[in-house]
Structure formats: structure tokens, C-alpha cells
């Protein structure tokens, strides 16, 4: 890059972190949204006057759901409603993220709406007396962007074999750490409860954790974690995947481990009431596909369904890890489900 070039990077960087709080009090909301695909996110920024930190002060919103596969073109407007509100990293200052879900015209949740049918089971008074805890391990791989081959990776073939990678540190081990500390970093601002990351066992391939979080809002800080490592990465001229397998053969999947408990788990519960969960749960017959789409390419290798930690073994209460998960899996419809099997469902 020539010095010209360098200067106007230079520039434009300087104009992107402006800080204009001194010259106006508006504030600038950037609302997101999943699309039509159930795992791919989109967003819009509006501006607003002052500064904004109640839902109730957020107006609805709209847009074209022809263009994200959620509606007609003949009918095609769908309506935006805020649900939750996070620090913007990205512009800082007073300005905000805002998470919405999406409704017809007429007040009624599209199809891909997940959220509303979770908030009715997360919300129900059953289920808020036990204040279901969720812990969720999301893992992902960082891709190069023109190849869409793993970072660090030698184009159209593999690293030395898995085994210094999990937690490993070095140029040769770990692959995309300067985009996963800004992630980390960019939560951590945001006000999303991320407890800590970790590189996996296939190099490339990355896990953060977010929680423990009470009912829905689980759910919502894991989407907003996602949007803002979809934002870092699309800095990073790098792309993120989800995929559970996105490199077949030995090398290993990627899961989103949930991690759960209710008060009467990790306060009185004895083991014999915690298996009694877990039988009902198992018993439950869950529909494959709520767990995230090619599950099945990895399946395998997953292990056990569900993990009683040894601590909670010996206390006799805590908690247990939902190991199906997938990493693409939508985590309104998986929290909801297993509060509902757990706590709402009768045999």
C-alpha cells in the first residue's frame, strides 16, 4: 500500500471513530435481526434523539422481507420489534445495539419468528419460579474470505494433525486469536455476560461462552454475540462459520454445548431428582433438527447426549450439559425446549 493510499485508510479510520457526542446528543441504534434463513443476521442503523437506554423508547421499525426470504413482494413489508438493548462497540459512546424480532403488519409473529414462542415458554410463571440458568459453549471456525478454507491453513490442504491446538498459543497453533480477543473484548462492552473463549481442537476453530444467563436473555446475548463477531470479522476481511462439520473427515466438529440448571437443581435437588430431569428430557423425543441444521454430519463423534459433571454428581444438585446442540443451533428454540421438557412437560 502506497503512503497516499495509507493516509486515506488513515483518514477514513479517523472518521469512522468520530466521536460527535460534543456537537449533538443523538444517538445512532443499529437494529438486528435474524433472516429468512434462521441463522443469518441483518441490521440497519437509525437515528434516534438522545440518549436511549429504555425498550419502551424505541420505536418499532420496518423492512423489506422480500429481500430476506420472509415475505411476498406483494406484500412484502415486516415489522420490527425492539427486545433488547446492548452498547454498540463498534461506534461507542451512548450509541446501541437493538435486537428485535419480527411481526406481520398485523401484530402477529412471521414464521421465523423463534423468539415469540420461546418468550411465551421462558415467560411462563412455572418457569420463571424456577429461574432456568443456561450456560451455552458456542463454537465456530474462521475461514479465509476468498477461499472459505480454513484461517491459517494451507489453501486446498490441511496442518499438521490435531493435538497442540486446543488451547494452544503460538503463530503455528492458534489461528485468528487477534480476531477472538476483539471479540471478546467488543462482548465484554456490549454488556453481553461472556465468560471466556478458548481455542478448539481443529486449528481454526474457536469457542466462546456466554452465561450463566436467566431465561430468554440467554438466547438474545448468544445472537448479539454472534452479530458482533460476524461485524469483527467482516472487519478482519475473514468470515466466520457455524457449520457443525465444515471440514469432513477426522477433524473435529463444532458444538454449542448448553449448559443448564433450575433453582430447585442447584439448591435441594438430590442425584435422583436430577436423573428424574434428565429421563423425562431423553424421553422427551426431540425433533433432530431443533438442535441445528447437518447435526448429523457429526453426530458420531459427540459422545454422550447429556453430561453430569462430577461435582454436581458428588454435591447431589447443580446442573447438566445438553451435548446435542449443534453449533448453528437456533438458541431460542433450544433453551425453551429444554425448560419446557424439564419444568413445563408432564409424562
Known sequence: MSACEEGKMSLLSDIINLNFSEVTDKTIAEYIWIGGSGLDLRSKA?????????LSKLPKWNYDGSSTGQALGEDSEVILYPQAIFRDPFRRGNHILVLCDAY?????????????????????PEVIAEEPWYGIEQEYTLLQKNVKWPLGWPVGGFPAPQGPYYCGIGADKAFGRDIVGAHYNACLHAGINITGINGEVMPAQWEFQVGPSVGIS????????????ERITEIAGAIVSFDPKPIQGDCNGAGAHTNYSTKSMRRISVM???RR??????????????YGEGNERGVADRGASIRVGRDTEKAGKGYFEDRRPASNMDPYVVTSLIAETTILWKP
Request: hydrophobic letters at 45%.
Open 218 to 229: 440467554a438466547a438474545d446475548q448468544l445472537w448479539v454475540a454472534r452479530y458482533i463477531l
Open 272 to 274: 435422583k431428582s436430577l
Open 46 to 54: 437509525r437515528t434516534l434523539a438522545g440518549t436511549v437506554t429504555d
Open 277 to 290: 430431569l434428565l429421563i423425562i428430557y431423553l424421553e422427551a423425543q426431540t425433533p433432530h433438527f431443533a
Open 104 to 124: 406481520t403488519p398485523a401484530g402477529d409473529p412471521i414464521p421465523t419468528n423463534k423468539r415469540y414462542d420461546a418468550a411465551k415458554i421462558l415467560s411462563h
